[in-house]
C-alpha cells in the first residue's frame, strides 16, 4: 500500500542510521565531503528519536539494518562482500547478516513444518535441531529423515516475513517516486522498474516450492561441472513455506583462516567461483544470483556447494550473446567493437557519437589492464562508470540488474578468497569460448537451422499467410501503409530464411 505513511517510514529510516550511529559509519565509509556530512547531521539529529533502537550489542551499521527490517538487510548482504567498497573491518561486519541473525523458536519452526506438510514433525523427522543459521528471510535446521535415515537440512521461512517485506517494499517504492519526480536526470536509471524487478525477485524467494524448483534445475544444468555441486531436494519433504535439501557438510566460505587449515588453495578456489559464475551465466543462461560467502561451502574434497537458491538470474539466447561480446571487446581492448554492441543492443541512444563512446570506454578499461586486484579501487571505478553512462543518456537494464549485481558479489567473494585476483585474465577463456562457439558464421549457421525448423512447422499455411499479406499490401488502409508493407518483408525474409535454413541443415 504506498501512501503518504511510507514517507514516515523514510524518516525512520535515516532516524534509525542516526540513532544508532551508521550514519557516520556509512560517510566514513563513503568518504564524505565534509559538506554532505553536515547536510546529513542536520537533517538526521532532529527526528533521532524516531528511529528504531535495535540492539546495542551489535555494530552500528548491522544494528541499524536488522532493526530496519529484512530488505535493508538484503542491502547489507551485498556490501558484505565488498570490502574494496567499504573497507575491511565494515565488510567483515557486514557478514553477520549472511547466515547469524537473530533465530525464531525451533518450537514455531516446527508448527510451520506441520501446517505446511500436513504431519506431525516427529513423524517426518527422527531428530530436529535448534536453528543451525538463520538469514534476513529463513533459517535452517539440521533434522534426519525418519523414513530414509539420511540427514537433511530443512529451510524454514520467517513468520510474518511476507508482510514485514511488502512494508519494506511499499517505502522503496515511495522513495523511487520521489526521486523519479524530483530528479528529471535520474529517470534514465528507471528507480520504479528497479523496485519493480527487486520486488519479483523478493516475491518469488518467499515461496519455497519456487526455489526447490530451481534447486533442481541448477543441479541439472552443472551436474557435468567437476568442482561445484548443488545438493539434492527432497520434494516430499518440501513445500510453500518449507524445503528440504540433502545435508552437505563443508567449510564456509568465508572462514579463510579453516579454509586454510583444510588444505584448500584460497587462490584456485576465487578463480574456479568466478569462472563457474561466468560459464552459468553465459552456457546456460541462468545463474546463482546470491552467491555471497554464506551461500557457499568448501567441501573437504574443494568441491564448492551451491547453497540457498532463492534468487537465480535468467538470460536469453540474445542478451547473453550481446553480455559476452562487450566482455570480449574489453578483453581484447577492442573499445570500438563494445561501443557498437551498445549501440546495436539499444543500451545507449542512437542520436549519441559512437566513436565519443568508444573513447569513454577506453578511459574506462585501460587503467584496469595489468594490474592486479589490489591496487584498483572498484569504489572509484563504479563511479567514473556511473558518470559515463549518465553523459551518454543510457537507461537501466532491469534485465541485467541481477546479473549486474552478482557479478559484484562474485568478484567480492572471489576476492576475499585471492585479494590479488585478476578478473578479466580468469574471465578470458570462459568468455573466449563461449564466443567461438555462439558469435559468428557458426552461430548464424545455426540460428537459420532452428529458424527453419520453426517455420516448417507452419509451410503448408506459408502459401496463404503470404497470398493474404500481399492482397493487404495492395489494398492498405490510409494508416496501415506501413504495415502491409512490412508484412511483405516479413514474409519475404521468411521464406529467405526457411531456404537458407534448409541449406544448412546437411551441416547438423
Not at 523478493?202 to 534445475?217: G, I, N, P, T, Y
Not at 537458491?309 to 535468467?314: D, L, P, S, V
Request: aromatic share 8%.
Amino acid at each position: 500500500m504506498r501512501g503518504p505513511h511510507n514517507i514516515l517510514r523514510l524518516i525512520r529510516t535515516g532516524a534509525t542510521f542516526e540513532r544508532t550511529g551508521a550514519m557516520k559509519v556509512v560517510l566514513e565509509a563513503m568518504d564524505a565531503p565534509p559538506a554532505l556530512r553536515l547536510v546529513a547531521r542536520v537533517l538526521g539529529w532532529p527526528f533521532q528519536w524516531l528511529g528504531y533502537r535495535g540492539d546495542p550489542s551489535m555494530p552500528p551499521l548491522v544494528r541499524a539494518l536488522t532493526a530496519l527490517g529484512p530488505a535493508y538487510i538484503k542491502f547489507g548482504q551485498i556490501f558484505s562482500t565488498r570490502p574494496d567498497v567499504v573497507g575491511d573491518e565494515l565488510a567483515i561486519q557486514l557478514r553477520v547478516l549472511q547466515d547469524k541473525l537473530p533465530a525464531f523458536s525451533t518450537r514455531e519452526a516446527k508448527r510451520t513444518v506441520e501446517r505446511e506438510l500436513g504431519t506431525k514433525c516427529d513423524e517426518l523427522f527422527s531428530s530436529f535441531s535448534e536453528p543451525i543459521a538463520a538469514a534476513s528471510l529463513a533459517q535452517v535446521h539440521k533434522a534426519v529423515d525418519r523414513k530414509s535415515g539420511e540427514i537433511v537440512a530443512v529451510k524454514v521461512l520467517r513468520p510474518g516475513i511476507e508482510k514485514a517485506f511488502q512494508k519494506d517494499i511499499d517505502a522503496f517504492y515511495a522513495a523511487a517516486s520521489i526521486v523519479d519526480r524530483l530528479s528529471p536526470s535520474s529517470r534514465r536509471l528507471k528507480p520504479l522498474d528497479v523496485i519493480d524487478h527487486f520486488n519479483g525477485v523478493v516475491m518469488a524467494e518467499l515461496d519455497l516450492r519456487l526455489e526447490s524448483s530451481a534447486a533442481a534445475e541448477f543441479a541439472a544444468n552443472t551436474k557435468d561441472d567437476a568442482g561445484f555441486r548443488v545438493p539434492e531436494v527432497k520434494w516430499d519433504l518440501s513445500g510453500r513455506r518449507v524445503m528440504t535439501l540433502e545435508w552437505a557438510d563443508g567449510i564456509n566460505a568465508a572462514d579463510l583462516k579453516a579454509v586454510e587449515a583444510g588444505g584448500h588453495d584460497r587462490i584456485e578456489l576465487g578463480e574456479r567461483i568466478l569462472r563457474y559464475f561466468l560459464l552459468h551465466a553465459l552456457r546456460d543462461g541462468y545463474f546463482h544470483g546470491d552467491m555471497h560467502q554464506g551461500n557457499l561451502k568448501i567441501a573437504e574434497d574443494g568441491t564448492i556447494i551451491a547453497l540457498d537458491f532463492g534468487i537465480m538470474g535468467r538470460l536469453d539466447e540474445y542478451t547473453r550473446r550481446v553480455y559476452a561480446e562487450i566482455l570480449f571487446g574489453f578483453i581484447r581492448k577492442d573499445y570500438q567493437r563494445v561501443a557498437e554492441v551498445h549501440f546495436e543492443a539499444g543500451y545507449v541512444p542512437a542520436d549519441r557519437d559512437v566513436d565519443e563512446f568508444a573513447r569513454a570506454l577506453r578511459s574506462v578499461g585501460e587503467p584496469i589492464f595489468g594490474m592486479d586486484a589490489s591496487r584498483i579501487s572498484m569504489a572509484r571505478l563504479l563511479t567514473y562508470l556511473f558518470e559515463v553512462t549518465e553523459r551518454f543518456g543510457m537507461e537501466t537494464r532491469t534485465e541485467l540488474i541481477l546479473l549486474q549485481r552478482t557479478m559484484v558479489v562474485v568478484e567480492g567473494v572471489s576476492r576475499t578468497l585471492n585479494p590479488n585476483i585478476n578478473i578479466w585474465k580468469v574471465a578470458r577463456p570462459v568468455v573466449e569460448d563461449y564466443v567461438r562457439k555462439n558469435v559468428g558464421p557458426a552461430a548464424l549457421a545455426k540460428d537459420l537451422y532452428k529458424t527453419a525448423r520453426v517455420l516448417s512447422r507452419f509451410g503448408p499455411r506459408l502459401p496463404q499467410l503470404a497470398e493474404k499479406m500481399l492482397i493487404e499490401a495492395s489494398n492498405p488502409k490510409p494508416k496501415e501503409e506501413p504495415r502491409g508493407t512490412s508484412l511483405v518483408l516479413i514474409t519475404a525474409i521468411a521464406l529467405a530464411s526457411a531456404a537458407i535454413g534448409a541449406s544448412v541443415a546437411s551441416l547438423f
